[in-house]
């Protein structure tokens, strides 16, 4: 069992810069992929980002050049840097941990609300 807690969401400027970050509740070592998801009103969650346990990462399309996942075992964390921020980007973004790529999440933040304004 995990506990992913996030923090950072808030409002920011078309063209600003956001950090996320997911604090886990035990040692992130052994969880091989750690990432982010996101979902506006009114449309499914997607993918925005993903790390593995090796560090490859993988990014949704309309992310990728912007936003820099990363990931610190250590500290047990995973953040997301979010630069040139558009007004699509607004939605709550939830961290996850799993398994495989492509499976469906273990464990699931509570989500952190992130609104750009045009």
């Known amino acids: 069992q995990v506990q992913l807690v996030e923090s950072g969401g808030g409002l920011v400027q078309a063209g600003g810069s956001l950090r996320l970050s997911c604090a886990a509740s035990?040692?992130?070592?052994?969880?091989?992929?750690m990432g982010w998801y996101r979902q506006a009103p009114g449309k499914q969650r997607e993918l925005v980002a993903g790390?593995?346990?090796?560090?490859?990462?993988n990014y949704a399309n309309s992310v990728k050049g912007r936003f820099t996942i990363s990931r610190d075992n250590a500290q047990n964390t995973v953040y997301l840097q979010m630069t040139s921020l558009r007004p699509e980007d607004t939605a709550v973004y939830y961290c996850?941990?799993?398994?495989?790529?492509?499976?469906?999440?273990?464990?699931w933040g509570q989500g952190t609300q992130v609104t750009v304004s045009s």
């Open positions: 996850f941990a799993g398994t495989t790529w492509g499976s469906t999440p273990d464990y």
């Open positions: 035990r040692s992130t070592f052994s969880i091989n992929i």
């Open positions: 790390i593995s346990s090796g560090y490859t990462t």
